[in-house]
């Protein structure tokens, strides 16, 4: 892990990338495909890792290499890398360490596009995930791991469930396994926790969501803290410490130590073959994103709370979820690992189920409904009657949407607007 040296501010700002003498102040688009070189004997020298340089877009580009040592910063890894999705990055996270015949155990909670990967296609490719609820017992957690358990994930702050990960407990619970923890940092940001401090070993991002923040480029990131000794559990883990036959038969661990390794083999397998490479014209919208994460989640932190307060005094709201709140199921958990506040996503329940939160949703003004969330303009999403319809009331609930349930994503706006907004949707309520 690397320590900080600055303030998270002063990364957002200005991590990543340093101009020399007369160069662009911005991150240069370096929108080509390919790089040119002298001899080939200069190109062979990439090939074989022994130098660094470009050779062609789909590995490495620059400009995404410089929005990645930003966010490595951010988080305070030794290694990062951007891809073409969130989905991608928790795809390649995983996939890095386990193949056919190994174990995962994750948190049930996690983002229900995760939960697919993992549960649907991931299981197709023969790897096999045990699901345990987030405050799971020591005993259950324990029970989870197998032989040939490889990794343990979860979610700092779970989409949409916004349950809280016990991430020290879960971290020495891998550790115990001699393997790594994965984090799924999206909805907190560096800004607000930085997983590596509680023990995580990788991290992963949607950029797609508070990172880009404006709603204009889908993408995803992985980082390496560098603190796991790939080495010491070598057997676990052949991939990086024997030699990769296809990549010219460099062994990652011994050749990139622990802070190297991981993301040189995402790179030069994973990337190489999957090619879930970002645009560098995504990269760049991405940092123009970051460079204001750490004003915006202040904001989106303070419309929240200002939010669930509110609607903790309306009656005709049954139930919040807010990590922030006081009496909040994971509210301990927030102060610990959220010190300044978790996200602008709230969850909650209109009086009158399904139908009273279905006319709620259609009398809000400002507040779009999208699937979008963690966005500059605030939206929100009925699951019942969208990303969930194919389910029914048991179903739902066995899922945590209940059909009255609201995901409410607090933008940038005006607070006092967003709860008129929410007073006269619910006023209009079957009128
Ligand atoms: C959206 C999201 C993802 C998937 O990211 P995409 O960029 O949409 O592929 C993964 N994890 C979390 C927590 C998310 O919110």
């Known amino acids: 892990m690397q320590q900080r040296t600055r303030g998270i501010e002063t990364s957002c700002v200005q991590g990543g990338y340093t101009p020399g003498n007369g160069e662009p102040r911005q991150i240069p688009i370096i929108q080509s495909t390919t790089f040119k070189y002298n001899t080939g004997e200069d190109m062979g020298k990439l090939f074989d890792l022994e130098a660094n340089g470009y050779f062609y877009s789909r590995l490495q580009n620059p400009t995404c290499d410089s929005v990645a040592a930003k966010i490595c910063e951010l988080e305070g890894g030794t290694a990062a890398m951007l891809t073409s999705s969130g989905q991608a990055a928790s795809f390649f996270s995983v996939f890095n360490i386990a193949s056919q015949g190994d174990h995962v155990v994750a948190e049930s909670s996690i983002y229900g596009g995760t939960f697919n990967l993992f549960s649907v296609t991931m299981k197709r490719m023969g790897i096999d995930f045990t699901f345990v609820a987030p405050d799971c017992s020591d005993e259950e957690l324990e ?3 197998k032989p040939n358990t490889k990794a343990v994930f979860g979610e700092t702050i779970a989409n949409p469930a916004l349950r809280v990960l016990d991430i ?3 971290a020495n619970a891998a550790h115990r396994h001699g393997v790594p923890l994965i984090v799924d940092n999206t909805f907190a940001t560096p800004v607000n926790c930085r997983p590596f401090e509680w023990g995580a070993d990788i991290v992963t991002h949607s950029t797609t969501k508070y990172m880009d923040g ?7 990131c992985i980082v390496d803290s560098g603190n796991f000794d ?3 559990h070598a057997d676990k883990f052949p991939g990086l410490t024997t030699p990769d036959e296809s990549y010219h038969g460099i062994t990652y661990a011994e050749r990139f130590g622990n802070a ?17 490479t970002p645009s560098p014209q995504s990269a760049y919208l991405l940092n123009l994103g970051l460079e204001s994460l750490h004003v915006r989640m202040k904001r989106h932190c303070e419309n929240a709370m200002a939010v669930a307060k509110y609607l903790q005094t309306d009656d005709r709201i049954s139930w919040i979820i807010y990590p922030d709140l006081e009496g909040d199921q994971d509210h301990e958990l927030c102060k610990k690992y959220l010190p300044n506040g978790s996200c602008g996503v709230i969850s909650f329940g209109v009086k009158g189920g399904r139908q009273a939160a279905e006319s709620f949703m259609r009398n809000l003004k400002l507040a779009a409904i999208e699937t979008h969330v963690a966005d500059a303009r605030t939206c929100c999403l009925h699951p019942a009657s969208t990303t969930h319809r194919q389910m029914n009331e048991e179903e739902l609930i066995a899922a945590g949407v209940p059909s009255d349930l609201v995901r409410f994503s607090c933008g940038l706006e005006s607070s006092e607007d967003l709860i008129a907004d929410i007073r006269q949707a619910l006023d209009g309520i079957n009128s």
């Open 168 to 170: 020290e407990r879960f």
């Open 214 to 220: 404006h709603g204009s480029a889908v993408g995803g």
């Open 143 to 145: 029970a989870a791991f």
């Open 230 to 232: 790939w080495m010491a």
């Open 260 to 276: 190297g390794a991981f993301i040189t083999k995402a790179t030069a397998q994973l990337m190489r073959d999957f090619g879930s």
